[in-house]
DNA sequence: CCGCTTCTTGCACAAACATGCAAAACATGC
DNA sequence: GCATGTTTTGCATGTTTGTGCAAGAAGCGG
């Protein structure tokens, strides 16, 4: 029997009786509780079920489409940086997070039992948070980027205007130690400036393909980063710019 | 038995009745007292139901309806009034879209080579939504309540009131011939007034289990429902009520 | 006050799980 | 053909998770 097949077979019974058990489909199939394990979560994370202890139930039409982390390279590396950002974290906190794959990563790796009060304009960031119950989600509209993944314009500036923050979680587009945070697109870097703005702290998680680069739009200098996230690999010449600037540096 | 499918028995089950007996379940699961005990516990975490000495009972404002919604079985009947549904649309409109999965599954059916306008405050359709080209997408935020799935409160009416529509695809709760369509939700309510009153018209489209109910806030009288997309085994009379009173009815 | 129930906590055990590894089946390139 | 790499699978491994039981605390009613 193919994978494929299997999976077929899977989606079919989902479809029909809105759950499976491993140990079920094990048997039926004729291979061993492992493979389906395998076969289950591999679905999961493609959305197409929901994995439980026992078993799998049919994905929820009703949730939002996971975070897709495909397509972006380094997705060991960002899920590392995630890990290591949010121990930054303690119940109670209020926080802005923006787009891009790294925050959505952070996002998927906040622990479920903290407390925090989290506005977002990223509809990844959105979704990987909607399920932790106890975070109190906002949710920042505005005409959606489709390339960009968040919300932007007048809209989302006036969102974020009546909020603030202990903690910023930039998605940095360019991080230079002389020029500081730089974005490529006007509007993003408008929305980005203004939850700067509003915020007591500013972390940044960055891969290191992004250090020592930057575009066009200026969004906060380097004194204004408080956390800096990076790779074990980091070179330190770079980081030690950082340092001399206040930022606190963390390592994955 | 899963424990995730005792979770939404119960959730069925405070829906239906408002409140559950730690004893009753135990037996009627076949597991033991501790072990519902334990759900209960989970359960009142997420905010699902409130804890009560020898049981529990609903949450505040039927937070469970929604959530029982999920069951798999009405998926494909979803699906094929979804693919009814946006056979109203046509190139150049502008629409709201509310939360529910009936409304997520519109958005998923909508066809990719339509020019639209579309704002809504379900995270799961402007998911469904953030690929199509072609489409204007302006996401409603605010407060999210992760019972409805979609924003609700003053930042997302503010955002509606700056906005006008074509048709408003409204996700109904409770749709009867006199009451016409209500909510179980204040908050929810609010949302879709407004919704309904930037709006020309409005489409509903339902399963035949909403049919000939209604949920104690109202949105919108019979006679402002342009649009009504049903199921072929709906029945007759019901139908013809909302005929009467202006409204167009379309088989899935 | 007391007796009763319900609840939490700690613990133990089994089932389900992830992970690493090796064998087999397959494709790819020289 | 043959070496090499990849994918799939099952198995052995520790680990995690769900469950029931027991003991003590807490709520409830007399």
Redesign the interface.
């Known amino acids: 029997m193919l994978t494929d097949e299997r999976h077929q077979l899977i989606r079919d019974r ?2 029909a009786e ?2 499976v ?1 491993a140990g079920e489909l094990a048997s039926r199939f004729g291979v061993s509780e492992d493979t389906v394990r395998r076969d289950l979560r591999e679905m999961a994370k493609a959305g197409q079920c929901r994995r ?4 799998a ?2 994905a ?6 996971p975070v897709s982390l495909r397509g972006s390279h380094a997705i060991e590396e960002k899920m590392r940086l995630a890990r290591a950002a949010v121990t930054l974290l303690s119940s109670g906190q209020s926080l802005f997070i923006d787009g891009g794959t790294t925050n959505a990563a952070i996002a998927r790796a906040i622990p479920r039992d903290l407390e925090l009060t989290i506005a977002t ?1 990223s ?1 990844s960031v ?2 990987a948070l ?2 932790h ?2 975070v ?9 980027d ?1 390339n960009l ?1 968040t ?1 932007v314009g007048a ?2 500036l006036a ?1 974020v205007a ?1 909020l603030g923050a202990d903690l910023f979680f930039l998605g940095s587009c360019g991080l230079d130690a002389s020029r500081g945070v730089t974005a490529f697109d006007s509007a993003e870097a408008e929305v980005k400036r203004a939850m700067a703005r509003n915020s007591a702290g500013i972390v940044i998680a960055v891969t290191n393909d992004k250090l020592a680069t930057a575009a066009p739009y200026r969004v906060a200098g380097p004194e204004a980063i408080r956390h800096l996230v990076v790779e074990k690999t980091a070179p330190a010449v770079t980081l030690a710019d950082f340092e001399r600037q206040g930022a606190e540096i963390r390592f994955a």
Chains 1, 2 share one sequence.
């Open positions: 989902l479809a809105g759950r058990l439980v202890y026992g078993g139930v049919a929820a039409l009703f949730a939002a489409a304009n509809l959105a979704s909607s399920e119950a106890l109190e989600l906002i949710v920042l509209g505005g005409r959606f489709r993944g919300c809209d989302t969102a009546q």
